[in-house]
Structure formats: structure tokens, C-alpha cells
């Protein structure tokens, strides 16, 4: 299984970035995938998690109204639109898959990791 989150970078506050996560080796229609986030010296935070259709979605509070989640099944891939960016946004940002929307936020429920995509919000 792997999974490749692209689309990180350096942007000013108030931009906007698109990230992708491209998965392979698993049935991707099957799994419902989240985004969370690190930055140094913090605990991994949930952001967003999108059902197997698409119809369901959750986000954190800290980002809800400006992040948005979705997913193409045909093309194994989803995404993260983020928008009205902070520097507190800064973080490495992740991809993850889950059969269940169960603990959708917990973290350690989670079945496969992407590797990690930059996120430098500057001020």
C-alpha cells in the first residue's frame, strides 16, 4: 500500500494550497480517508475525514469554513482545499486511510499513513 500526499509549499497568509494523496495497493472505495496534521513539538491533529461516497464529512473546528475535503474514487485520490491560511496552519500534513468512520479523529485508528507533505504559512 502507498500512499503520495503532494501539494505542500511555502505561502503567504491568506493563500490558498490544494494537497493531493494519491493511494495504491488497497481498494480505495472502500476506505474512508482523513488529513491530519504535525507540527513540531504537538500532537498529531485531525482535520478532516470524508465518508466512502463523499456525502459525509467532519472537520476540526480550527478549520472548518476554510478547509475542504473530497475524494475522486475513480482516480484513488483525495484531497484538501485550503484556504484564508495562517501561519499557525504551518505543520507537515498527512493522509490517512480507515475502514470505519467510527473514530474518525483518533488517529491511531487509522489502517495506512501517507509520508507527509510541508505546509510553511508565512506572516
Known amino acids: 500500500v502507498q500512499l503520495q500526499a503532494s501539494g505542500g509549499g511555502l505561502v503567504q497568509a491568506g493563500g490558498s494550497l490544494r494537497l493531493s494523496c494519491a493511494a495504491s495497493?488497497?481498494?480505495?472505495?472502500?476506505?474512508?480517508w482523513g488529513w491530519f496534521r504535525q507540527a513540531p513539538g504537538k500532537e498529531r491533529e485531525f482535520l478532516a475525514v470524508i465518508s466512502w461516497s463523499g456525502r459525509t464529512t467532519y472537520y476540526a473546528d480550527s478549520v472548518k469554513g476554510r478547509f475542504t475535503i473530497s475524494r475522486e474514487n475513480a482516480k484513488n485520490t483525495v484531497y484538501l482545499q485550503m484556504n484564508s491560511l495562517k501561519p499557525e496552519d504551518t505543520a507537515v500534513y498527512y493522509c490517512?486511510?480507515?475502514?470505519?468512520?467510527?473514530?474518525?479523529?483518533?488517529?491511531?485508528?487509522?489502517?495506512?499513513w501517507g509520508q507527509g507533505t510541508l505546509v510553511t504559512v508565512s506572516s
Open positions: 490517512a486511510a480507515d475502514q470505519s468512520l467510527a473514530y474518525y479523529s483518533d488517529y491511531v485508528r487509522y489502517d495506512y
Open positions: 495497493g488497497l481498494t480505495f472505495s472502500r476506505y474512508v
